[in-house]
């Protein structure tokens, strides 16, 4: 008998809403404080960097926010995504689970990240903004970013981390081509650029340097604004068009709803866009879907972090954030997973963890390559190395329902392909990946050194107020 494939939605069953789980949580997640004086922040304080539109989705209480039409017009450029049914990997792994995938790397730049880039870009255009600043690693934001604003019309300027600069050249490229201006960090164009380089020429750069000089050029100029990819509670909220579609697509397959739903976590975004629309069944339909994100062992911050403020990036500049966290000055170890290597969790996702609505799993890289590669011999598509964490935890899933006699379904989000990816690949096929897991000591010594509020003491404080 012939069963299906690809599970594919007409341009009309995009999604006409977003969906907010602030509305439905239990706990609500606790506020962002100020960096100096520790106090809760307004929407207010991040007018500088954000337009209103975008303040006033991250501090909404709203259980569904409209998607504007111009923005499911961009949409439709790759939306609805596929879904998959993996009967390749099924049968190479010989399990009685039934696994599908949703896939995210059908968009322009190749992942999920164009969903918040796109409605981002248009926010900033209503409001009159000329140009968007952000900050690059390997590339996979800056390219979203690059690809929305040239839909908009609007300037995008990306400081990109030199090392990656110099060495990943083709995502530099995609965005030169989408019309974005793209600058080495530490570049001679900041106060923050100009320090550095006066101390150390020769610096690869990093990702807080990047980040201080995106900061600085918006929060300088009235017609920048600032940009950010993952963690915030809007951009969690716009990747949850991902679920939406997948749930649907699931009924029109006639599939049961997943026992299990897996994705890649770095700083919680294509996690939550798949997850939180089950999680919403959950709290709303009494379903039992467990939801796991599956992260590194060099960077475990859901399964060995502390629940704690922090600060969104190295150098502790932005609003303390209740958080998992490593501590913002741990640097993990240089996986090419380079979208997993984040020290902290989202706000939204960080609190559904602390309440068990949902778990997570660290998992080695080189075990991650091996389930990526099995992946891609079965069902073709070469995944970002990022979710072959998510890949990797399906195979121990679908292994253990074996071992078990049972037949579970199965979800995972294959959030983007790996074609930029490659060097990573010839290193595992080099041998050159070497196993990395953070050994108790270092856990120990990154957290001791989080010397930010705990998450106690602000509700203490909230409760005085
Ligand atoms: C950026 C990125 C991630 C990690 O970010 P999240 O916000 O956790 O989704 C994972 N996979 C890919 C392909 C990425 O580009």
């Known amino acids: 008998m012939e069963s299906t494939r690809k599970i594919t939605l007409s341009e009309n069953e995009i999604p006409t809403h977003w969906y907010n789980i602030v509305a439905d949580m239990p706990n609500k997640p606790l506020p962002p404080l100020n960096p100096g004086t520790h106090e809760p922040i307004g929407p207010e304080a991040l007018a500088p960097l954000f337009p209103m539109e975008l303040i006033m989705q991250e501090v909404s209480q709203e259980r569904w926010v409209e998607i504007p039409d111009e923005v499911r017009e961009v949409y439709k450029i790759w939306r609805p995504t596929p879904m998959f049914r993996a009967t390749g990997l ?57 690809f929305a604003c040239q839909m908009f019309g609007i300037e995008c300027d990306v400081y990109m981390v030199r ?44 990702l807080g340097i990047a980040i201080s000089e995106a900061v600085e050029m918006a929060a300088m100029h009235d017609d920048t604004k600032y940009s950010l990819g993952s963690v915030l509670n809007h951009v969690l909220m716009h990747q949850t068009i991902i679920g939406q579609e997948a749930i649907k697509q699931l009924e029109k397959a006639g599939a049961d709803m997943p026992d299990y739903v897996f994705a890649p976590f770095g700083g919680g975004s294509n996690f939550a866009g798949l997850a939180l629309p089950f999680i919403h069944k959950n709290l709303t339909e009494g379903t039992n879907i467990r939801c796991i994100a599956s992260e590194p062992t060099s960077a475990p911050k ?104 049972t037949s579970p379904t199965i979800l995972f989000n294959l959030c983007g392909h790996g074609n930029f990816d490659m060097l990573a690949y010839e290193d595992y096929f080099a041998g050159k990946l070497q196993k990395h897991e953070m050994t108790q000591a270092e856990v120990n010594a990154a957290v001791e050194k989080v010397d930010t509020p705990t998450i106690s003491s602000v509700q203490a404080m909230l409760a005085q107020m």
């Open 163 to 206: 090392i990656s600069f110099d060495q990943k050249p083709y995502r530099k490229m995609m965005m030169q081509t989408w019309g974005a201006n793209v600058y080495p960090s530490p570049s001679e164009r900041t106060n923050a650029g100009r320090q550095i380089l006066a101390q150390d020429p020769d610096t690869p750069g990093s």
């Open 90 to 146: 099924e049968k190479a792994l010989g399990t009685s689970a039934k696994i599908y995938y949703k896939y995210e790397g059908v968009s322009p730049s190749g992942s999920h990240k164009p969903n918040t880039a796109v409605p981002q870009a248009y926010y900033n255009m209503k409001e009159g903004v000329k140009r968007i600043t952000t900050e690059t690693g390997a590339g996979q934001w800056g390219s979203a970013l690059s």
């Open 302 to 405: 859901l399964t060995r972090g502390i629940f704690r403020y922090d600060f969104g990036d190295t150098v502790g500049m932005t609003p303390l954030i209740p958080m998992y966290t490593l501590g913002h000055t741990y640097v993990p170890a240089k996986i090419h997973a380079g979208g997993l290597r984040y020290h902290g969790a989202g706000a939204v996702v960080s609190q559904l963890l602390a309440d068990e609505l949902i778990s997570a799993e660290a998992i080695d890289q080189l075990e991650t390559f091996e389930a990526g590669i099995t992946f891609a011999k079965a069902e073709g598509i070469i995944p970002a190395p990022e979710a072959n964490h998510a890949i990797a935890s399906v195979i121990r899933a679908a292994n253990q329902a074996n071992a078990a006699g």
